[in-house]
């Protein structure tokens, strides 16, 4: 079975400083990895995709996340956190001997302080 | 940017009731899915659906739920008899094929009540 796990429910940065969210998972075949954004009332908005290839896969605004097969995580950074970046980041698996279905993590909560 | 659309954006219904959540999916997609998120806990997968029919469901979808797509735009989730542990953010999603390389995009979600 698949699963994916983010360790922090909260991740607390100030504006201008780099960012990291954390995302591990576990597939029994291949990953196929992506973030999504939630802002309040609003729906899941897609960030960025891990399918194969570049282990640093560059996503929208700015974001990027790093493959790291022999850890099993898919962390999300961006250089230089805004405060209009704060909002509920969730971390999703696909695993390639499943269907199409997308596995979530509980989502990590970020807060950028200006 | 097409975007996927949901209503209503909030029920309210008693428990044993009926209701059906509606979707509008991006129009040129081809897979139509939905999950839900109960207050406090991840977001799980419902049911996937296909060409009329569903092509993969997890075990949450039981013979209390069922998807129909009735016309060429809307996809819908029918909930027979609601129990309160059905209350939910329900999301529905669409995506253009199913290979990994088609990511899914999520609607804005309907929160359902059951009191």
């Known amino acids: 079975a698949q699963s994916v796990a983010q360790p922090e429910d909260q991740v607390n940065v100030a504006e201008g400083n780099p960012l990291t969210v954390k995302c591990t998972y576990s597939?029994?075949?291949?990953?196929?990895l992506f973030w999504y954004v939630q802002y309040p009332n609003r729906g899941l908005q897609f960030l960025l995709k891990?399918?194969?290839?570049?282990?640093l896969v560059k996503g929208s605004y700015g974001f990027e996340a790093e493959f790291n097969k022999s850890q099993t995580s898919f962390h999300l950074k961006k250089p230089s956190a805004l405060v209009s970046d704060s909002a509920l980041y969730f971390c999703?698996?696909?695993?390639?001997?499943?269907?199409?279905?997308?596995?979530f993590g509980g989502g990590t909560r970020l807060m950028v302080k200006p | 940017e097409p975007e996927v659309t949901q209503t209503p954006s909030h029920q309210v219904t008693q428990m044993g009731q009926e209701v059906i959540l509606r979707c509008v999916p991006i129009?040129?997609?081809?897979?139509f899915y939905w999950y839900r998120q109960i207050l406090g806990q991840k977001v799980e997968f419902l049911v996937s659906?296909?060409?009329?029919?569903?092509?993969?469901k997890s075990e949450i979808f039981d013979d209390q739920f069922s998807v129909e797509r009735p016309d060429g735009s809307n996809f819908t989730l029918k909930i027979r008899s609601t129990k309160l542990e059905d209350s939910a953010m329900y999301f529905c999603?669409?995506?253009?094929?199913?290979?990994?390389?088609?990511?899914?995009?999520f609607g804005p979600g309907t929160r359902l009540t059951v009191t």
């Open positions: 597939v029994s075949g291949n990953p196929y």
């Open positions: 999703a698996v696909r695993d390639s001997n499943a269907g199409n279905m997308l596995t």
């Open positions: 891990y399918i194969t290839g570049d282990n």
């Open positions: 999603a669409s995506s253009r094929g199913r290979g990994p390389e088609n990511e899914q995009y």
């Open positions: 659906f296909y060409n009329n029919e569903i092509s993969e």
């Open positions: 129009s040129n997609h081809l897979y």
